[in-house]
């Protein structure tokens, strides 16, 4: 019988765009703070932040998406294929 790919896991992410360096830390069981060096104009730090989260978590830039808070600091990521036992594992917490 075929595995069911794990249906993913939505996290609340604080961003803080323009800074010295990029860097993720794990806030508690569902929440991030995220820091990057992309500027908050025209969709970079969004795209900044999901390609952040990619690489940490170790999936396809195309598994995460922000769900909500485009234009807010405190945004809803989601990220496809991976329970949220997983993600906080491989974000090192």
Excluded at 37 to 55: F, H, M, R, S, Y
Aim: glycine share 6%; charged share 25%.
């Amino acid at each position: 019988m075929p595995r069911k790919p794990d249906p993913g896991c939505e996290v609340n992410v604080k961003v803080n765009p323009r800074a010295s360096r990029n860097k993720i830390e794990v806030a508690d069981s569902a929440n991030l703070h995220i820091w990057t060096t992309a500027p908050p104009t025209d969709g970079q730090a969004n795209a900044a932040v999901c390609e952040l989260i990619a690489k940490a978590a170790k999936v396809p830039k195309s598994s995460v998406a922000v769900v909500s808070g485009s234009i807010s600091r405190f945004k809803r990521v989601s990220i496809e294929g991976l329970t949220l036992e997983v993600l906080l594992q491989r974000l090192g917490n």
